[in-house]
């Protein structure tokens, strides 16, 4: 087994399916060149059937994008197929996503069938698309609820219809991290032909857990992971790609690596929120505007004097700016003394106390002190200005 972990992005086929963050065909193509940038193995660039909106992007995107694969997504049905080969006619690697629920729940409920039935489905929808292309990818939809035998079954026949990658996703991402890598490791362990294909780990972040999940499945053998830019997706969201990238370099004993280039993170990072108008919460991990932001008094000293005091990451290594000193009332006398030399301003003891004194006063009326309030402080404390 490989120590390469394939990230195959869905920002542009689940993650889009937020309300209100659709884009068109011109802007998914901005996106899907920036995530060629960024280094994904592979785009989904939509569900070809489902509207002529779809089709087109995953038409334009094959063409506009040249390293990844391509991957289009479908039903168990060969119409769904049918549109997908149309639509994936210009990409220079191809591959066809198709697949159908394994769980009780899903064939009893959603299919009003039979496990026979769904099992016969899903291999006949893996043959008829290898008619077409060489890398098919079957999802068993909501395997993390499915019965664990017949799920490895499943997956069994699948890869002998064909397939190349098998997808168990956490569809309503409600498991735990020891149940999914479980779940995994059962298949690696019961599946006698799983080393024909790869396992793919597609996890939503109901509970939070998303990213986490992900995690799990690939230290018990999956070797891709589906995942979006700042884990946004239906409902909760998706795996975070920034997230398991820089998991995954800060963890070199996990003996994993990824293709990405994390410098191009926080810039793709932008481009996904301004483009879907989804904003990004401050204290997310890797991309948030606070994630190597530094306001207790206690930590910012600590980061001035040895910057991995506080910190696990450069902020350089994900193209973030350098980290911030952000100054509040909680903030000491040594992120204040940095900060009002960076604006000129160089203290001895004695003035840096008088200051000290004038800063809190101002910082519990305003929550937070910026430039231009240090330079109105120190005029009010009458402390004269450093010559340069």
């Known amino acids: 087994m490989g120590n390469k972990i394939y ?155 064909g397939a190349t990658v098998v997808n168990i996703p956490d569809t309503t991402g409600y498991m735990l991290p020891w149940q999914y890598g479980e779940r995994i490791k059962y298949l690696v362990d019961n599946v006698k032909n799983i080393d024909k294909a790869i396992i793919s780990c597609h996890n939503h972040n109901d509970l939070g857990l998303a990213t986490s999940n992900a995690m799990a499945g690939v230290v018990n053998g999956a070797r891709q992971i589906e995942c979006t830019i700042n884990g946004i997706g239906e409902r909760a969201g998706n795996t975070a790609l920034e997230e398991i990238a820089m998991i995954i370099k800060s963890h070199p004993s996990l003996g994993l690596e990824t293709g990405i280039n994390t410098k191009k993170l926080v810039p793709i990072s932008h481009l996904v929120s301004t483009m879907m108008n989804m904003p990004v919460q401050a204290n997310k991990a890797i991309v948030g505007r606070n994630a190597f932001a530094h306001s207790s008094g206690i930590h910012q000293d600590g980061f001035l004097k040895n910057r991995e005091t506080y910190e696990i990451m450069d902020p350089v290594d994900v193209g973030a700016d350098a980290s911030s000193i952000l100054l509040s009332a909680r903030s000491g006398r040594a992120a204040l003394n940095h900060r009002l030399a960076n604006v000129g301003y160089m203290l001895n003891k004695e003035q840096l106390d008088i200051a000290y004194e004038a800063f809190l006063n101002m910082a519990d009326k305003l929550k937070q002190v910026n430039d231009d309030d240090l330079h109105v402080l120190m005029k009010e404390v009458s402390i004269e200005k450093a010559k340069a």
Do not use: W
């Open 7 to 161: 990230i195959f992005d869905t920002t542009l086929r689940d993650g889009e399916q937020v309300p209100g963050c659709q884009l068109n065909t011109k802007e998914k193509i901005i996106v899907a060149k920036a995530l060629e940038e960024l280094g994904v193995d592979v785009i989904e660039a939509g569900f070809p059937i489902s509207s002529p909106g779809d089709f087109n992007s995953v038409v334009e995107i094959s063409k506009a994008v040249s390293n990844p694969i391509i991957c289009a997504l479908t039903r168990a049905v060969e119409k769904d197929i049918d549109a997908a080969v149309a639509a994936l006619e210009y990409a220079k690697r191809k591959r066809i996503h198709t697949g159908i629920g394994s769980s009780d729940s899903h064939i009893q409920h959603k299919f009003r069938s039979t496990r026979e039935k769904v099992l016969e489905t899903g291999v006949a929808a893996v043959k008829y698309a290898r008619k077409f292309v060489d890398d098919v990818e079957f999802f068993c939809e909501d395997a993390g609820r499915a019965d664990i035998v017949f799920l490895a079954q499943m997956v069994e026949a699948v890869i002998a219809a």
